[in-house]
C-alpha cells in the first residue's frame, strides 16, 4: 500500500488541531454576574479542573475522524497489485466446445455439450464460444443460465480445421480485455494435427485458468485424400482421374471406391490400401453433358469418420473455346504460327477465329476466350473502345506490337506511349536478345527464358509505373509487360509474331510461350482443382469498379448479400461442396471446396502436452517476476480514495446529526 500525496496527511493532522481547540482550550469560560458589592464576600482559591475536561467526545470524535478521511482521500492510498488479484472475487467462465470436422465422429459434438452444461458453475458469469478454426462468441457475459444453455445446444458441427494456437490468442485477448481473472473449460476431441509448430504459441496471460476435457480416442480411420482431374475438356472419353485412398492409423483393406457425375455413379473401383499407407484409384473416361459437371469420388465402405470419404471435383466440358485473332493482313504467316503452336499442344483447348478490324464492330466479344490484336495500325482505333470495355469487364487481350504499331502515338488499348522502333543495324550489334526474362511469369514458365532467340526489331515504348515487365532485351527495353485494366488484362509483346521481326515462331520456345499465354488469358489456370475449407475465394480484381458477382453455396442458398454480391472482393468458403460462382460478362466457374484432411487423423495429444498447455497460464505469470514480458503488463497502482471519500460523507452526516442534538440539550 502507498500514498500518491503523503503530504495530506501532514495537512490532516495539523487540521486535527482545530476540534481540539474548539473542545478542550476554549471550555473554561465564565460568565459575568452583577452584584452590588463584593466587600462581604469571602475571597478563596477555586479549582478550574472541571472546566477543562474535554466535553462533548462523540462530537469531538466524528470531527477528528472527519478531517481524518478527508485527508486520507486526498492523499489518494493505492494498492500495487495485479487486476486479476483485486478482482479475485470476480471470475468470468468460458465454456469453449471444439465443433471442427473431427467432431463429426460419433457422438463426439453430442458429448461435448453435454460435458459443457456440466461444466457451467451456478451463479457464474460466464460466456460461451464455439471453436474450429476461428472462434464463434454465442454470448456475452452473462449469468443467466438458459441463455447459457441454449447456446450450448445451439452448437452444431462445422467443416473447419481445429487450431490450438487461435484458441490461445483468443483466449489472450480475452484477458487482457477483461482485466480479471479468466477460468476456461475446453472441451475437445484433441487432435494433434491441431498442435503449432511452436509451443510457444499456445502460452495464456496470467490470471487464466485452463481446464482440457479430453473426449478423443485414437480410431483407425481412411479417408479419400486428393483427386487430380483436368480442368477443361472437349473429349470426356479422354479424361483422366486419379484419387489418392489413404488410412491413418489403420490396418491394410480392401476399398470400394465410386466415381460419381452429377450424382449419378458411373464407374466402382477396388483398391487394396497397406497399412497407414495410400493407394492410387484411376477413373479413365467420364460421361456427362456439355457445361460444367459436378464430380465426387467417394468411398462407399463405411468407416469412424464417414464425412471424410466423399472429395469434391468440377470439370468444364465444352468445345474448344474460340479465340480471337485481329489482323489486318488476314491470311498472314502469324495466323499460321498461331494455329500451328495451339494445335501442337495435346492439351490444346482453344481455337483460333480470324477478323478483319472493321468486321470486329459487329462481333460480341464476350464469347471469345482472349483477343488476339497483332500488328494494331491506324484501323485499330475504331474498335479501341470496343475492346477496352471487353478488357475491363474481365476479358484480355494478347497484343503484339509490329511496324504499324510503332508509326502510332500511343500502343492501342494499354494507352502508354509508343516511341518507335528500334532496328538492329548491320554493324557490331546485329540482333537483340533476351537478356532479363522472368521464369515464374506464367506466360515463360515452360519457355526456356526464350534463349536463342534474335530481335531484329521492336517497338519502343515506356510503360507506367502499373505495368509489370516479365521480360527485357539485353539493351534494357521491355519485350513482355502486362497492364491490369478492370477486371482483365492486357500482355503486351513490343515485337510480331510473323518471323519477321524476330526468329521466335522457328524457335523451340515458341509452342510453350503461346501455349501457356493462352491458358493464362483464358483463365484455364486461374480454376483451381480445389479449395480448401476456410480459405477465401477471389470475387474480383478491381475494387473500385462496381461489378456484380453471383455465388450459391453447396446447398443451393445464396452465399453474398445483395450488398457482398457487389461490393465483396473475398468470400470466405466455410463448407465443404460444390459452389456455383457466375461473374460478370457471362463468365461460370464452379468451385470444388473440401476439408483440410488433417482432419481425418484421429489420433489425439498425449495426456502430458495438455497438462503443459493447461500450466501455460501459471509458468508465463512465474516468468514474468524474474523479467519484463512485453505481453505481460506489470503491475498498476490501484487507487481507492473514493472509499475515504464516501466515509467521511457519512462521518460528516453523523457529525451534523450530533452537534444539532447537542446544541437542543444547551438551549
Known sequence: MGLLSPWWLLAGAVGAALPVWLHLLQQHKQDPVEFASTMLLERRTDSTTYQRRIKYKLLMALRLLLLLLVALAFAQPFLRKPPAILNAGNKLQIIVVDNSFSMREGDR?????????????AGAVAQIWSFGSHVSYLTQSSKDRAELTAAINSIGPSDEKSSFAELSRALRDTARSQSRPVDVTFITDAQRSALPPSFGDLGLEPGTTLKVVDIGRKLPNYTVETVNAPRTLSDLTKAKVNATIAGFHAPAAKKTVALKVNGKTLKTLTVDVPENGRATAEFTGIEGPYGWLRGEVEITDADALADDNRFFFAIERSDPRKVLLIDEQRGSRASLYLKAALEASADSFFAIEEMSPGAVANARLANYAFVILHDPGVNAKGIEPALKAYVESGGAILLAAGPQTAALPAIPVAGFPANGSRVASRGTQR???????????????RAGRLEGTRFFQFVATEPGADVLVAARLEDGSPLLMEKKMGEGRIVIFTSSFDNSTNDLPVKPGFVPLIEQTAAYLGRVEDRSLSFVVDSYLDLRSDQKRASSVEVIGPRGERALSLKEASSANTLRLTEAGLYDVRRENDRQELVAVNVDRRESELEPVSRENLALWEKSGAATANAAD?????EAPLPEPQSFWWWFALLAFFALLAETFVSARYLQVKA
Open 626 to 630: 524474474g523479467s519484463q514480458s512485453a
Open 431 to 445: 540482333f537483340f536478345a533476351p537478356a532479363n526474362v522472368d521464369p515464374t511469369y506464367p506466360s515463360l514458365r
Open 109 to 121: 459434438l453430442e458429448t461435448a455439450k453435454r460435458e459443457a452444461g456440466s461444466a457451467l458453475s
